[in-house]
């Protein structure tokens, strides 16, 4: 918000009006003892080029030149400078919501071709136009099943992320929406199947999987949809790592897909704002939450773009309303949408390609260097799991003085897995700094 100075005199006009005659005489209804009476305690006011120096200061206090292992939802990805430079345009900094189409066509457009790149993505018919963040997506996505099937709790993979996992139960406890976890299998890293079918009941109106999941491990999604289908349940799968389907064969299979873009071209940020997003199927578009964009024609018959199905209590009776997500990410999604039309769809695969090789090679020096990789009979995609001696955060402490930022600890949410990490490789780190982790590890 700008500052805007009064004058002297648009002060004095402003306590007249209000029948004061002083400044004093405005806040006498304030007891003394709660006011003010000297100079706050801050520096003196500093010129233009202090506060440059200031500011460059500080900015060479900042940590530069670590190399990120740490991926666990949030992903360490480049982001080309033409992202920044089209998402700074003035064109773009408008009300959030594109009611009226005759003056919103580009932000409209924009959405749009976000949906239609995330259906080409996700393999499915229809997306929205983006929600909050990957966490509140998935549990969009567990109250969008409840609506479709009429049952009424939901079963969550242990191997979804703990803090999307957080975010549902936040949801559930006050939707009255009960739901359940299954575990894993200790040698592959995936959801335990056996378990998941004894879990199923005629009242699970949702299975909830990660693929690739918290580990990194890519789940059997067409054989866990079957699971749920041929018990009446819909398969939701939830993916953090978007890049991921830059070469793994996109969750056709299932119902719903929550999806956060992140690794799109936007900024790990101290943890956001992010852009999530759901897509589905065609047949049950009517119970997506959020907002849609869609594709018309204006009187003289040229396309045009319009929101639709609008799905908040704000445009419709309270009792109808799907959601109650007031807004889309569109700036945080048009940061993806530039991503993912500079890279196009070749573009993708490769990257995709150069952090699953990266991956591999991590894993190889990871064992040379002594560490044990788990579950590596299944597929994976750039983050695996390492098993170490010592504590994994008394690693990552002795790490970070050689400038590595190592991986996520996973005692806090799987004990069961003692001195483990998720490391995460990604096109950033550099052969060079691969092997220099692993050399700490062993040392």
């Given at each position: ?148 099937t009429g049952r009424h709790s939901a079963i969550i993979a242990n191997t979804v992320h703990p803090e ?88 056709s299979e299932a119902d719903i897909v929550s999806m956060e873009s992140q690794s799109f071209g936007v ?89 699953l090789a990266k991956t591999a090679y991590a894993v190889s020096a990871f064992e040379k260097a002594g ?73």
């Amino acid at each position: 918000m700008r500052y805007l100075p009064k004058s002297q005199s648009d002060r004095d006009a402003m306590l007249r009006e209000l029948g004061c005659a002083t400044i004093d005489d405005l806040f006498a209804p304030i007891p003394a003892e709660y006011r003010l009476t000297r100079d706050l305690a801050i520096p003196r006011q500093y010129g233009e080029s202090e506060i440059l120096d200031f500011f460059k200061q500080r900015a060479a206090e900042n940590a530069n030149g670590y190399s990120v292992f740490i991926g666990a939802g949030a992903y360490n990805h480049y982001r080309p400078v033409v992202i920044d430079s089209l998402v700074s345009r003035g064109e773009w900094f408008t009300a959030y919501t594109p009611y009226q189409p005759e003056i919103s066509q580009g932000t409209l457009q924009a959405i749009f071709e976000f949906q239609s790149m995330i259906c080409e993505l996700t393999g499915m018919e229809v997306a929205n136009a983006s929600m909050y963040d990957g966490s509140t997506g998935a549990a969009e996505a567990i109250m969008m099943a409840v609506r479709l099937t009429g049952r009424h709790s939901a079963i969550i993979a242990n191997t979804v992320h703990p803090e999307y996992r957080e975010v549902i139960a936040t949801y559930a406890q006050h939707q009255g929406l009960p739901f359940s976890h299954v575990g894993y299998n200790a040698e592959t890293g995936r959801v335990d199947v056996k378990a998941l079918e004894a879990a199923i009941t005629d009242q699970t109106a949702a299975v909830l999987i990660q693929s690739p999941n918290f580990f990194g491990t890519i789940e059997d999604v067409a054989h866990l949809a079957d699971i749920a289908h041929k018990k009446g349940a819909l398969l939701i799968v939830s993916i953090a790592e978007a890049l991921s389907l830059g070469i793994i064969k996109p969750p056709s299979e299932a119902d719903i897909v929550s999806m956060e873009s992140q690794s799109f071209g936007v900024p790990v940020g101290y943890g956001g704002p992010y852009a999530g997003v759901i897509a589905t199927k065609e047949k049950f578009v009517r119970q997506i939450p959020g907002r849609l964009c869609g594709q018309t024609v204006d009187r003289n018959g040229k396309r045009g773009f319009v929101l639709t199905l609008s799905t908040r209590e704000q445009h419709i009776r309270r009792e109808k309303a799907t959601s109650n997500i007031c807004t889309n990410q569109a700036l945080v999604a048009l940061m993806a949408n530039i991503f993912m039309t500079v890279y196009g769809k070749q573009g993708l695969r490769d990257l995709a390609k150069q952090n699953l090789a990266k991956t591999a090679y991590a894993v190889s020096a990871f064992e040379k260097a002594g560490a044990k990789v788990l579950f590596k009979s299944s597929p994976f995609f750039n983050e695996f799991v390492v098993q170490t001696a010592r504590d994994s955060r008394e690693l990552n402490d002795q790490l970070i003085d050689q400038q590595i930022i190592g991986g996520f600890p996973l005692k806090k949410f799987y004990p069961e897995l003692g001195n483990s990490a998720v490391w995460c490789v990604t096109e950033l780190n550099t052969k060079a700094a691969i092997d220099a982790a692993a050399k700490g590890v062993a040392e």
